[in-house]
């Protein structure tokens, strides 16, 4: 029988997180979490179910990731954002994977939640993520915003959710809005990309159009067209944010010419 790591980043997450660590505390080998100074009871919640926890600064999505994935030791790991819930027969399915299995990795189909309602089309539409993954053979890639994986190997794809409750409310909508647009922003200026207020706008309008008519988010009534419209009004901050990044930090002659978006 193989062993498994769940990690997790927090911060100030007290309304969730419980909910995610009782969903896994049960066939869970160990628990590593990196928490960035909370400043609520989120550590201690968490300290009812592992004393592995690390309190840091804030680096951004990818690095700590990266950082959390270096403190376990386990043979496989479950990657969960304290939003996030396994569902029983997800964790079925990974209590069998752990008595042998021949991938490296697995994708994990989500639900997704915005505003209360349950979203079904859209840019969620057959959202899957990779998640699961043996630790000797899987890699995080630091990206500023979205982490990413690289696995060796074969990857699979379970059946069972994981349950993704990311924006309960408007107010989170508009605090997550502020801190990937603006990850975003530094993510693209650090790669020498840069933009104009024109192109700013074009992201926005394609985001929506994508979103609410090609990809079916009127079908998800209300909270469909809210999304569309919150999925566009990230997409052109991230690129408004460029553009002041480009005006305050690249005086004539500092970089190098920049690749147009």
Request: hydrophobic share 45%.
């Given at each position: 029988m193989q062993t498994l790591s769940i990690c997790v980043v927090t911060k100030n997450e007290e309304?969730?997180?419980?909910?995610?660590?009782?969903?896994?505390?049960?066939?869970?080998?160990?628990?590593?979490?990196?928490?960035?100074h909370s400043t609520d009871n989120t550590v201690e919640l968490c300290r009812k179910f592992t004393d592995k926890i690390l309190v840091t600064e804030w680096k951004g999505c990818g690095p700590q990731k990266q950082q959390v994935v270096s403190m376990a030791t386990c043979d496989?790991?479950?990657?969960?954002?304290?939003?996030?819930?396994?569902?029983?027969?997800?964790?079925?399915?990974?209590?069998?994977?752990?008595?042998?299995s021949p991938y490296s990795g697995y994708n994990i189909p989500f639900k997704s939640h915005y505003c209360g309602k349950q979203i079904r089309f859209g840019d969620w539409f057959r959202e899957q993520h990779l998640r699961l993954f043996r630790r000797d053979q899987g890699q995080v890639i630091p990206r500023l915003v979205h982490f990413g994986l690289k696995v060796q190997g074969k990857i699979g794809k379970l059946e069972g959710h994981i349950l993704h409750?990311?924006?309960?409310?408007?107010?989170?909508?508009?605090n997550k809005m502020d801190r990937y647009s603006s990850d975003g922003a530094q993510h693209l200026y650090d790669k020498g990309k840069s933009t104009s207020i024109l192109s700013a706008f074009g992201h926005g309008l394609f985001t929506f159009i994508r979103g609410y008519i090609f990809r079916?988010?009127?079908?998800?009534?209300?909270?469909?067209?809210?999304?569309?419209?919150?999925?566009?009004?990230?997409?052109?901050?991230?690129?408004?944010?460029?553009?002041?990044?480009?005006?305050?930090?690249?005086p004539l002659g500092q970089r190098a010419p920049r690749q147009q978006l």
């Open positions: 309304h969730n997180i419980e909910d995610c660590l009782q969903g896994v505390a049960e066939f869970a080998d160990e628990i590593v979490i990196i928490d960035s496989w790991i479950l990657m969960l954002d304290a939003d996030e819930r396994v569902t029983p027969r997800l964790a079925n399915e990974i209590k069998r994977i752990l008595k042998g409750y990311s924006f309960p409310d408007i107010r989170s909508v508009i079916l988010g009127f079908l998800d009534g209300r909270q469909g067209l809210m999304l569309a419209l919150s999925n566009a009004e990230g997409s052109y901050y991230k690129y408004a944010k460029l553009l002041e990044l480009q005006a305050k930090l690249s």
